[in-house]
C-alpha cells in the first residue's frame, strides 16, 4: 500500500548533487517538508529553482560538521553526501575517508532508532570478480571508492530501519552534471573527440538512468516497511554491458573511432550484477541506455563540463 508522505519531514543530505538536487524535487512533488543539507562545494545553480518553495529549508554546512539539531526532527534520513566515483577518490583520498566514513558515523551517532534512513550505496564495491553477483555476495572492492563506500554501507546497516541501495553506474543529464561517470563521459567525448580509447574493454559493468535511481528511492519512501533492514542492488538485469558493447551503441548515434587499449584500466571493475531482489517488488526501469545516449549527446552538442569531479 502506497503511504501518503504529505506530512513527512526528509533530509537529504548532498541535495544539491548529481542525484540529490533530483529527489528534493520528487519528495516535494508528493508533499513532504525537505531539509537539504550540502556544503554547495560546486556552486549553487541547482537548487536555485527550488528558493521559493516554502516547503523546502536549506542548510549550508559541511556534512562533516553536522549536528544532532541537523537531523533529529526528521523522519527518514536520505544520506547522500559523499565523495563518490573512483576518480574523485583517488584525487581526495582523506576526504573520501572524512566524508564517507567519519561524517556517516557522526551522523548515525545522532539517530534515533525511529527514523529511517537511506543509504546511498554502490555496486563498485563489486569489484572484479567477472562474474554474476546478487546481494549474498561478499563485496570485493578494489579502489578506496569502492572501499569508502563499503565502510560506510556496514556502518549504516548496523542500524536498525536503514536500506542501502547499491546503485549500477548512473548515467543520464541533472542540475548539476557529472562527467565522471562512464557513459556521460563515453558520450561527452564521442561528441568533442570524435574518438574512445577502451581500456578492459570487455569488462562488463551496470548502468541506471538517475531518474530510475530517484524512483527507487521513492519506491522505499512510499513503503519502507517492504525494505528497511535490507540491502537492494538497483538496476535492471537486462543493463548490464560491457565498454565494448557502449561504445558501439554510441556509434550508432553519432560517427566516431573505437580504440581498443591493451593497457590496464585503474579502475578495473568486471562483474554482472543480479537484480531480482528489486525486481521482486516492482521495480522496473524506465530508461534504456539507448535514451541515455541520445539524451547525452543533446546535451554535449551545446554543452561543456569544465569540473570533473562531483559529489554524489
Known sequence: MKTSMK??????TGGAGYKGSHLVEALVSEGCHVTILDNFLYGYESLLGFVANKKISIIKKDIRNIKESDVSS??????LAAISGYPACEANPHSAQTINVTSTKMLLNYLS?????????TTSMYGSSGK???????????????????????????????IAFRFATIFGTSRRMRRDLLLNDFAYKAVTERSLVLYDYHSKRTFLHVRDAIEAYMMAARN???????????????????????????SKHIKLDIIKSNLEDPDRRDFIINFDKISALGFSPKYS??????????????????SLFRTI
Open 224 to 250: 519502507p516497511e517492504q525494505m528497511v533492514d535490507g540491502i537492494f542492488n538497483v538496476g535492471a538485469n537486462s543493463m548490464n554491458f560491457s565498454k565494448l558493447e557502449i561504445a558501439e551503441k554510441i
Open 7 to 12: 506530512s513527512i519531514k526528509v533530509l537529504v
Open 289 to 306: 541506455i539507448d535514451d541515455g545516449i541520445e539524451e547525452l549527446l543533446r546535451l554535449y552538442s551545446w554543452y561543456r563540463d569544465n
Open 113 to 121: 532508532n525511529d527514523q529511517i534512513l537511506m543509504c546511498a550505496s
Open 132 to 162: 554474476e553477483l546478487d546481494e549474498t555476495a561478499t563485496p570485493t572492492p578494489v579502489s578506496l571508492y569502492g572501499i569508502s563506500s563499503l565502510e560506510r554501507e556496514t556502518l549504516c546497516m548496523n542500524r536498525p530501519n536503514t
Open 74 to 79: 526528521h523522519d527518514i534520513i536520505f544520506h
